[in-house]
């Protein structure tokens, strides 16, 4: 491994936290809170152990593998243990334990939250903590490549940050192209802009407009209000914050290919019609169960509420406007389903993602047509127009079984450390697992993380981490052979 690579690079990740702290600074100074000196340390802080680093290691050699991965667990971690500094100075995060766990779970755009009174939190700090999703939501790392000498090694440190879906899907997409990776930043930044703007139209404050736009196209959850999305009670503003959802679902490179005229590849593009189907499928059928069990009074109400918490738990994004576990049981098992989905491969979307799904149902489809139908045909699998390796399909086979063995685990685990009922254990893994943040019983929609030991925040920040790695990158640390020259 090369450590003064891996130092630079810390570096680098260091100098863009300290740097964007500049941002909560001027609110904090605009609203004259009392998180303006801790901020002011804070970022001093960070950019004092980040310059040093950054400038000693400077002769450097091209990153392999091994540094991608070590970079892509070990400068999550580290970043979120400096930008917990703020919270911990001013008083408000005073344990270190919340602190970390509060911006893992930002940047790793789970949302979940162990802050009892959101509101209380001054405005720096509450736009910090949303920054933290605006940052994490495209993959950290990826804003670091566009910093990267030309040849460091910018693909291998993509690819470790990257999802199986990626490797999957195949979609034509250079890392090492500058210019692409800052156009899709820019895709990123415009919907951003997009739906402040849309949000600020229909009546929301503009700090609410962009901490709320921050957890929604990078389908992270953070609100600045105690009751999420609920506090607004507007139906303008849930539709919006749908639509941009299903974006942040989708995968950015396709949009990126959109925009460049290549329209035809939305034709081709196999997962974005099963996204659309699962989100038709389950709107449809939970909207018809609030319906017809009376949970609203109408069918338009039903289909506002029983559509955000599909999309928002299905693209992994956790804003809530219903406590859904009032609802009927029917439609909480439709929920507890749209769990274990999650969206696009590419997206800033976290949880199994729809085109492990594909290829299994694929698979699944043809081995019952060769063992009862066909037993002599040659039966081709294909995906977006081409074929699928076998490799491709036993790697998504066992991402989706090393997925299900994880949350039996940890559920196992949570019940040890926090004497948690069952359900609630398995809930609070699957939440933070797949980046969701709500789950259900004591960690549902109208609860938070706050009374979980610290124990048990360490392991559900660890399972955050190793969900939004898309478990591979973490994994892959803890065998013998990667360590080995």
């Known amino acids: ?81 400096f930008s917990a500094i703020p919270f911990m100075l001013h008083g408000s995060i005073p344990s270190f334990t919340d602190a970390f766990f509060e911006m893992i779970s930002g940047y790793t755009t789970t949302g979940a939250t162990i802050l009892t009174d959101i509101e209380s939190v001054p405005h720096g700090l509450l736009l910090l903590r949303s920054q933290t999703h605006f940052l994490g939501g495209m993959g950290f790392l990826t804003l670091v490549i566009i910093f990267l000498p030309h040849g460091m ?117 196999t997962e974005l019609r099963w996204y659309l189907g699962f989100l038709l499928f389950f709107c449809g059928a939970i909207t018809l169960i609030l ?62 993602k729809i085109v492990h799904y594909v290829i299994i149902c694929k698979y699944m489809y043809a081995s019952i047509r060769k063992i009862f139908f066909q037993p002599m045909a040659v039966i081709s699998l294909r995906l977006n127009g081409r074929s699928i390796d076998e490799n491709i399909i036993n790697l998504a086979l066992f991402y989706v079984i090393i997925n299900v063995f994880m949350i039996l685990i940890g559920g196992f685990i949570m019940t040890l450390t926090d004497d948690m009922d069952y359900s609630s254990a398995i809930s609070s893994v699957i939440s933070a697992l797949m980046n969701i943040g709500p789950g259900f019983g004591a960690v549902g929609p109208t609860h938070n993380f706050a009374f979980i030991s610290d124990a048990g925040k360490w392991f559900l920040s660890w399972n955050m981490l190793v969900g939004r790695l898309e478990m591979f990158s973490v994994l892959v640390l803890f065998l013998p052979s990667f360590w080995k020259k």
Not at 35 to 63: C, E, M, Q, S, V
């Open 1 to 81: 491994m090369h450590f003064s690579s891996i130092a630079h690079i810390m570096g680098i990740l260091l100098i863009v936290t300290g740097t964007s702290m500049v941002f909560p600074i001027a609110c904090s100074f605009f609203y004259g809170g009392s998180d303006l000196l801790p901020l002011l340390y804070a970022g001093a802080i960070t950019l004092g152990a980040g310059l040093p680093t950054f400038f000693l290691f400077r002769k450097h050699n091209d990153l392999n593998i091994k540094d991608g991965f070590f970079i892509a667990v070990i400068g999550w971690i580290i970043v979120s243990a």
């Open 153 to 269: 090694g910018g693909l291998r440190l993509f690819r470790a940050e990257s999802s199986p879906g990626q490797v999957i899907t195949k979609e034509k997409f250079k890392p090492r192209n500058r210019d692409t990776m800052v156009m899709l930043w820019w895709i990123y930044i415009g919907l951003n802009l997009i739906q402040i703007m849309l949000l600020a139209l229909g009546g929301m404050t503009l700090f609410d407009s962009i901490c709320t736009a921050f957890g929604t196209v990078a389908t992270a959850g953070f609100s600045p209000k105690n009751a999420s999305i609920g506090a607004y009670n507007s139906a303008y503003f849930d539709w919006i914050i749908i639509l941009f959802m299903f974006l942040g679902g989708l995968s950015f490179v396709l949009i990126y290919q959109v925009l460049r005229g290549d329209i035809k590849t939305l034709k081709k593009n």
């Open 291 to 352: 319906w017809t069990k009376g949970t609203y009074a109408n069918f338009f109400d039903a289909l506002r509420y029983g559509t955000f918490q599909i999309v928002s738990i299905l693209t992994t994004t956790g804003f809530g406007t219903a406590d859904y576990e009032l609802w009927p049981n029917s439609a909480q098992m439709l929920l507890f389903i749209v769990c274990f989905i999650g969206a696009c491969a590419g997206s800033t979307t976290s949880g199994i």
